[in-house]
């Protein structure tokens, strides 16, 4: 279990700095907002290698096959106490690995095409669209996450595993929903590393 949760810490890890090579341009950090606005847009990626969105997108993928392990690792765990938790989290595992690089790819391609564009209008549009139709990739991904901190947390919480109930804070969605003010790029996957890092100690 440990040699497993130190692939999915590695994996999280990585997976934040390819969320950080998508958020943290030479023109300053990406904000959605930006996409209404092509002066706003073009100003944030002026001076962005291209070669960037292409390996976060590469490398975000390889980071998902690494914490995947870790995610699996525990849905087996918890069937030694819950059943039906057990097989949540299975379903929310599979839903945030198979959506969310979906989710990864469709991310920083609009971001590649943009800057191999131009930077123009037509471009800003072009993304725009792509995006908002491949959203649902997003909201499947993030669904899992919820599905399975859920299904971690209430055993925890409840007492039915062998770990104290106040190891129920290593848990992705809490410390995701503790991240997300700081606005910190990447937030979901640092959250990710502390998790596997707290679980990792406390599971002997």
Same mark, same amino acid.
């Given at each position: ?11 999280h890890?990585?997976?934040?700095v390819?969320d950080?090579?998508?958020?943290y341009?030479?023109?300053?950090r ?7 606005d ?5 100003a ?5 290698p291209p070669?960037?969105s292409?390996?976060s ?5 390889l980071?998902?096959? /690494?914490f ?5 690792a ?5 069937r030694a106490?819950?059943?039906p938790?057990?097989v949540l ?5 599979i ?17 590649w ?12 549009? /072009?993304?725009t669209?792509f ?13 899992g996450?919820l599905?399975?901190?859920?299904? /971690? ?13 106040w190891a129920?804070v290593?848990?992705i ?14 937030s979901g996957n640092?959250?990710g ?5 707290? /679980?990792?100690?406390?599971l002997?």
């Amino acid at each position: 279990m440990k040699i497993i949760f130190l692939f999915a810490i590695a994996g999280h890890l990585l997976c934040g700095v390819c969320d950080c090579l998508m958020t943290y341009m030479p023109g300053g950090r990406f904000r959605f907002d930006d996409m209404k606005d092509n002066k706003r847009l073009s100003a944030v990626f002026k001076d962005m290698p291209p070669q960037n969105s292409l390996l976060s997108m590469l490398l975000g993928c390889l980071a998902m096959f /690494l914490f995947a392990f870790g995610y699996l690792a525990l849905a087996h765990w918890m069937r030694a106490w819950s059943e039906p938790c057990a097989v949540l989290m299975l379903i929310g595992t599979i839903m945030m690995l198979t959506f969310g690089v979906a989710h990864h790819v469709f991310c920083g391609m609009p971001e590649w095409l943009y800057v191999k564009m131009g930077r123009t209008e037509e471009a800003r549009q /072009l993304i725009t669209e792509f995006f908002k139709k491949t959203a649902v990739t997003l909201i499947i991904c993030y669904l899992g996450f919820l599905i399975f901190g859920v299904s /971690l947390f209430v055993p925890v919480v409840s007492g039915w595993t062998p770990l104290p109930r106040w190891a129920c804070v290593f848990n992705i969605l809490p410390l995701m929903l503790a991240w997300m003010p700081t606005r910190v790029g990447g937030s979901g996957n640092w959250a990710g590393a502390i998790m596997f890092l707290g /679980l990792m100690v406390l599971l002997q």
